[in-house]
C-alpha cells in the first residue's frame, strides 16, 4: 500500500515549483491586462458610456464563464489526472491572450474573454495538484506557498502591463500569451502526473454543480449575519476591482502606466497587511473589533474615492485604508469558529463561491452606473457613484454585522 507514495516524496519539489509557476504566471498574466484592456475596448467601443457598457459586459462573460467551468473543471482533473487539465488551462489561457492582442473588433475580445474564463482553472486544479504532492505535514506549507504565488502573480502584473501598455495596448496581451505558452511547453515536457490511476474518482455531475456551495451557504441560519456581512462587503470590493480602471480614466484622464502603478500599490499593500501585520492587528484589537473597524475603514474610504477630485488622493486614500484589508480574513476565522471541523474545507469554499458570483453581476451594474455619469464633466460628484454605492453596501455591512455581535457571543 505504500508504495505508490515512496516516489512521490523525491519529485514532490520539483512538481510543486511547476504548480507555483503555473499560478504566477496566470495571475500575472490576468493582472497584465487588468489596466489596458478598458482602453482597448474604448478603441472599438466610441464613446465613453459604450466603452463602460461593454467593459462591464466582458468582466461578467469571463467571471460566468469561470463560474460556470471551474467546478467541471476540477472534476474533471479526479477522473482523469491533473496534469492534462493544468496543460488545458495554460493553452487556452494563451489562446485568450493572443485573441485579444489580435482582436480586431469587439466580437473577437468576447471570444478571447469566453476562452479565458472557460481555461482559468490553474488556482484550483494547481492546489489538488500542491495536495496530491504534499505530505499531511507539508500540505498547509505548500497552499501558503500557492497563495504568495497568487499574490505575487497579481502585484507584479498590473505593474508591467501598464508600463507595457504605455507602449502599446496590445502589447501586455502577447506578453501575456507568450508566458502561458511557455508554461506549457514546460509543463508538458518537464512535469509528471501526480494523481496515480488508482486514487481517481468518478466523474459526476452533482460535482459540477456551481451553485450548490451557495445553497449549503443560504441554509446556515446559525451564522445568516456573518454571512450577510461578508457577502455585502465582498461585493462591495468586486464593484471596486473591475470598475476602478474606468473610474480613474473617466476622472482622472489616467493612463494604464498610472492605473497600474496604483493598482501596484493596492496589491503591496494588501500584501503587507494580511502576510505581515495581520497576526500584530489580531493581537490588538481582536478578531471582532478588527472586522468592525476594518468595516468602517473601508466605508469612509469608498465615499472619499467618489469625492476625490486629484488623482493623487487615491494613492493616499489607499495607504490610509490598511485596516479594510483585513476585514476578509477576520470575518472568515470568525464564521470558521462556529463551523464544525469537518466542514471548514466545504465553508471556504462556500465563501470563495460569493466572489465568483460578484464577479459576474458587479461589473454589469458598475458599468451601468460609470456609463449613466460618463457624459458628466469629470469635476462633477456625482462620477464617483459607483463607489457611494460600495459606501452604502459596506455601511449595511457594519449594521448588520453590529446586530449579530449583540444577539451572539463571539470571542474577540
Request: hydrophobic share 50%; net charge positive; with cysteine.
Amino acid at each position: 500500500m505504500n508504495t505508490p507514495a515512496a516516489p512521490a516524496a523525491p519529485a514532490a519539489a520539483g512538481n510543486l515549483n511547476f504548480v507555483l509557476i503555473c499560478v504566477f504566471i496566470d495571475m500575472l498574466g490576468i493582472g497584465l491586462i487588468v489596466p489596458v484592456l478598458p482602453a482597448l475596448v474604448g478603441e472599438f467601443a466610441g464613446t465613453r458610456e459604450n466603452q463602460a457598457y461593454w467593459y462591464g459586459m466582458m468582466s461578467a462573460v469571463f467571471g460566468l464563464m469561470q463560474f460556470i467551468f471551474m467546478p467541471m473543471l476540477g472534476a474533471i482533473s479526479d477522473r482523469v489526472g491533473r496534469r492534462p487539465v493544468l496543460l488545458y488551462s495554460m493553452a487556452g489561457m494563451s489562446v485568450n491572450f493572443l485573441t485579444t492582442a489580435w482582436a480586431p473588433n469587439l466580437a473577437c475580445l468576447f471570444i478571447g474573454r469566453v476562452i479565458g474564463g472557460m481555461s482559468s482553472a490553474s488556482m484550483s486544479v494547481a492546489s489538488a495538484y500542491a495536495s496530491d504532492v504534499s505530505t499531511p505535514e507539508n500540505r498547509a506549507k505548500s497552499f501558503g506557498k500557492i497563495g504568495a504565488a497568487f499574490g505575487l502573480g497579481f502585484i507584479c502584473g498590473p505593474m508591467l502591463g501598464g508600463l507595457l501598455g504605455t507602449v502599446d495596448l496590445h502589447l501586455p496581451f502577447y506578453v501575456a500569451g507568450g508566458l502561458s505558452a511557455a508554461n506549457l511547453v514546460y509543463g508538458y515536457f518537464a512535469v509528471p502526473e501526480s494523481l496515480p490511476a488508482g486514487r481517481r474518482a468518478p466523474f459526476r455531475l452533482s460535482k459540477i454543480n456551481p451553485l450548490a456551495a451557495l445553497v449549503k451557504l443560504a441554509r446556515r441560519t446559525d451564522i445568516r449575519g456573518l454571512i450577510v456581512t461578508y457577502t455585502l462587503v465582498t461585493l462591495a470590493a468586486m464593484m471596486l476591482q473591475t470598475t476602478w480602471v474606468l473610474y480613474t480614466t473617466f476622472r482622472f484622464n489616467w493612463t494604464p502606466g498610472e492605473n497600474g502603478a496604483a493598482l501596484f500599490c493596492v496589491g503591496l499593500t494588501a500584501a503587507v497587511v494580511q502576510a505581515g501585520l495581520l497576526g500584530l492587528l489580531i493581537k490588538r484589537f481582536g478578531e471582532v473589533r478588527l472586522a468592525q473597524l476594518g468595516m468602517l475603514s473601508g466605508c469612509v474610504t469608498y465615499l472619499l474615492y467618489g469625492l476625490a477630485t486629484h488623482g493623487w488622493m487615491m494613492y493616499v486614500l489607499i495607504l490610509c485604508n490598511v485596516l479594510s484589508f483585513a476585514i476578509g480574513p477576520a470575518l472568515q476565522s470568525i464564521i470558521s469558529k462556529d463551523t464544525a471541523a469537518d466542514q471548514q474545507g466545504e465553508l471556504m469554499g462556500s465563501l470563495q463561491s460569493i466572489s465568483s458570483v460578484g464577479v459576474i453581476f458587479m461589473p454589469l451594474l458598475g458599468s451601468a452606473i460609470l456609463g449613466e455619469v460618463s457624459h458628466l464633466a469629470s469635476s462633477d460628484w456625482r462620477v464617483g457613484s459607483t463607489f457611494y454605492l460600495c459606501a452604502a453596501m459596506q455601511a449595511v455591512a457594519v449594521l448588520v454585522a453590529q446586530r449579530y455581535f449583540n444577539q451572539h457571543e463571539v470571542a474577540a
